[in-house]
Nanobody
Framework: VQLQASGGGLVQPGGSLRLSCAASGSIFSINDMGWYRRAPGKQREFVATVTSDGSTQYLDSVKGRFTISRDNAENTVYLQMNSLKSEDTAVYSC?????????????WGQGTLVTVSS
């Protein structure tokens, strides 16, 4: 099982970016999918999660600006980030709770860097 993240980059304050993370491999089912981030010099923090039935949770500081969604047919989770601020600069990592034929585990994608700067 692999998670492949994409969509990071450099954006000006107030701009938007969309992150994607696709899961592939011998997947039986996927429960929660979501994103964490680690800003320079800070601890990793939860950003957003979406359950298999579409329920969502967000970090307070991104509520109203970020939207998480998923495409269950494509095993992909998205993070639409609007009104970006300099404090959103971080490496964003996706995760998914995936059940294979034999076990369930948390899988992580590689990080994708988001830089918000003028």
């Amino acid at each position: 099982v692999q998670l492949q993240a994409s969509g990071g980059g450099l954006v000006q304050p107030g701009g938007s970016l969309r992150l994607s993370c696709a899961a592939s491999g011998s997947i039986f089912s996927i429960n929660d999918m979501g994103w964490y981030r680690r800003a320079p010099g800070k601890q990793r923090e939860f950003v957003a999660t979406v359950t298999s039935d579409g329920s969502t949770q967000y970090l307070d500081s991104v509520k109203g600006r970020f939207t998480i969604s998923r495409d269950n047919a494509e095993n992909t989770v998205y993070l639409q980030m609007n009104s970006l601020k300099s404090e959103d600069t971080a490496v964003y990592s996706c995760y998914a709770i995936i059940r294979t034929r034999y076990e369930g585990n948390v899988y992580w994608g590689q990080g994708t860097l988001v830089t918000v700067s003028s």
